[in-house]
Nanobody, 124 residues
């Protein structure tokens, strides 16, 4: 099992930037794929970005492509989500997740361990 703790959320104006971090501990001998998802109350959880265990394969949701960048530092057991050009519709609780394998997917069912999430609020 992987224990995940997110940080870096907050309130930002539209057009601004934030960097989310997710520190992992536990099952890190074999680096799992990692992902970021977001959820707004009353809506389903939405895929944001995912990265393979090696960092070589990356997927983004169309809504965030060219604005968000996912990265990982395996030496620090940490993944990041750099968010630029933020929009009010990006407002959500952002959670990181560790995948079942090192291969990333866009399906939340393929991620087994989840952090508690960090709130991102973008004001217009």
């Amino acid at each position: 099992q992987v224990h995940l703790v997110e940080s870096g959320g907050g309130l930002v104006q539209a057009g601004g930037s934030l960097r989310l971090s997710c520190a992992a501990s536990g099952r890190t001998v074999i680096m799992p794929a990692m992902g970021w998802f977001r959820q707004v109350p009353g809506k389903e959880r939405e895929f944001v970005a995912a990265i393979s265990g090696s960092g070589a394969i990356i997927y983004y949701a169309d809504a965030v492509k060219d604005r968000f960048t996912i990265s990982r530092d395996n030496a620090k057991n940490t993944i990041y989500l750099h968010m630029n050009s933020l929009k009010p519709e990006d407002t959500a609780v952002y959670s990181c997740a560790a995948g079942i394998s090192s291969i990333p997917t866009k399906r939340d069912g393929d991620f087994r361990d989840w952090g508690q999430g960090t709130q991102v609020t973008v004001s217009s």
